[in-house]
């Protein structure tokens, strides 16, 4: 198979899929739309396996680790910003009060999960370049303690934040 | 960055699909390679230079 038919393919299965969630949201019927969610993810694997071309390469990764970099600054901000905004019209209706809170727990929780996953992805180049565990441990220190610290920091909010509240 | 890709490719008759296909990337790359606009992979680099017979030296001029 072609690279064109793939992506023909993708566009199909995603049209059908946006088709059948509708669908399933309107019925109630969730589990159809979990169903579906599922088969698409198993067809596109099926097919992405019948590709002779080549789907991406390594000018492909590095654009996408641009992009993704990109995607996180643009999100973080726009969230501090949509934060601040929430916060500042708490005053007037305590629903924004949730909504700040939310977005922040949302955007701790996207940058840690990127945090945590560079340092994993680098502690394993590490391993295979042969470094020692000893040598890894000091060379990520600072980086284990601030994810550590940003685990107890984000429990030590949450139970601030829902367990105190009266 | 200069390249002669686009030089040793015509000596071996390659098109660049015929060269992508063979070091495995894609047809894009190879124009982005030849264009001088894309720094390969020391790794594709390599195989780009193997392909074409000739060492990365001859090929990437800096």
């Known amino acids: ?166 | 960055m200069k390249t002669r890709i686009k030089e040793f490719r015509a000596k071996y008759n390659l098109t660049q699909d015929e060269l992508a296909q063979k070091v495995g990337v894609r047809r894009e790359t190879i124009v982005f390679l030849e264009a001088g606009k894309y720094n390969p992979s020391l790794k594709l680099a390599h195989d780009v230079a193997a392909t074409l017979k000739t060492t990365i030296d001859k090929l990437f001029i800096f």
């Open chain 1, 1 to 166: 198979m072609t690279l064109k038919k793939y992506n023909w393919v993708q566009f199909a299965v995603m049209a059908v899929e946006i088709i059948i969630i509708n669908f399933a949201i309107q019925s109630k019927n969730y589990l159809l739309g979990a169903c579906a969610v599922l088969a698409a993810v198993i067809a596109l694997n099926l097919t992405r396996k019948k590709v002779t071309q080549v789907i991406a390469d390594e000018r492909d990764y590095q654009l996408a680790g641009t992009a993704a970099r990109y995607t996180l600054n643009i999100i973080t901000i726009c969230m501090a910003i949509a934060i601040f905004i929430a916060m500042i019209w708490a005053d007037k209706d305590p629903v924004f009060q949730t909504v700040s809170t939310v977005l922040s727990f949302a955007v701790m929780g996207i940058l840690f999960l990127s945090g945590a996953i560079h340092t994993t992805l680098r502690i394993i180049a590490q391993q295979k370049s042969g470094l020692s565990a000893k040598e890894i441990l000091s060379q990520n220190k600072i980086i284990i303690i601030s994810l550590i610290s940003f685990i107890i920091f984000f429990i030590v909010g949450f139970f601030i934040s829902y367990v105190d509240r009266p």
